[in-house]
């Protein structure tokens, strides 16, 4: 149980181009999701909470024009990364919460390698 | 900021032994903490978590031990196979929220 889907794995793309990714909960509903994004050799940073039927909570520096996320249902949040560049190119990674938003577990994607040539 | 941080950006154990991964964390009002292990390419698979209400907590063949007096938690493997070889990452949720914190990582190499 606690699945969460991301899709695409890898995209390879021209700059400025813009590249959605899906994220979605296979077996629960998701009231709430989360991006990541990780650079190679470090952690997880946090870049929004994603709300389903709201707007995004965006992490403070993150540019909620250039990451465009919309949760349009209890399974499927979408991070569109606009007019990609270069130093956009990074490991996107998506999760989700079952049940209570507070005290439990986050289940993670298998994330997105991002690369913009 | 307040953040989490770890000590031993690398483990380097033979297969078979018990390995401890340690982490300080800085936020008193974090109430909910959890271990993630991620593999190369992957995303965080969850291993155990703990709530500030209680100091131990086992798994299949991980312990997670939280000590509140000092800010600090660790993740104990017993019979470290190649298997584990991943970054280890700790993370916390303060109280009141529901995003987590993420520590830098503690790579960790099992050999046979």
């Known amino acids: 149980g606690a699945v969460v889907s991301q899709h695409p794995s890898r995209v390879i793309c021209k700059s400025g181009t813009s590249v959605k990714i899906e994220c979605r909960s296979l077996?629960?509903?998701?009231?709430?999701m989360f991006w990541y994004r990780q650079f190679p050799k470090q952690s997880l940073m946090l870049m929004a909470t994603?709300?389903?039927?709201?707007?995004?909570?965006?992490e403070q520096g993150v540019e909620k024009d250039k990451f465009l996320i919309n949760h349009a249902s209890l399974t499927l949040s979408t991070l569109t990364v606009t007019s990609a560049h270069p130093e956009d190119s990074s490991f996107y990674i998506c999760?989700?919460?079952?049940?209570?938003?507070?005290?439990?577990?986050?289940?993670f994607g298998d994330g997105t390698r991002l690369s913009i040539l | 900021g307040e953040s989490v941080g770890l000590h031993l950006p690398t483990l380097s154990v033979q297969e078979g032994d018990n390995s401890i991964i340690n982490c300080a964390y800085s936020?008193?009002?974090?109430?909910?903490f959890i271990w993630y292990k991620q593999e190369s390419g992957k995303g965080p698979q969850f291993i155990i978590d703990?709530?500030?209400?209680?100091d131990k907590r086992q798994g299949q063949r991980v312990t997670v031990l939280l000590n509140k007096t000092v800010k600090h938690l660790s993740l104990q493997i017993a019979a470290t196979q190649p298997g584990d070889s991943a970054v280890y990452f700790c993370?916390?949720?303060?109280?009141?929220?529901?995003?987590?914190?993420f520590g830098k990582g503690t790579m960790l190499l099992v050999s046979p």
């Open positions: 999760s989700a919460i079952r049940g209570a938003v507070q005290g439990q577990p986050q289940h």
């Open positions: 077996d629960f509903q998701a009231t709430t």
């Open positions: 994603s709300n389903e039927g709201s707007k995004a909570t965006y």
């Open positions: 936020n008193s009002a974090s109430d909910y």
């Open positions: 703990i709530r500030s209400n209680m």
């Open positions: 993370a916390e949720e303060g109280s009141g929220y529901s995003t987590l914190t």
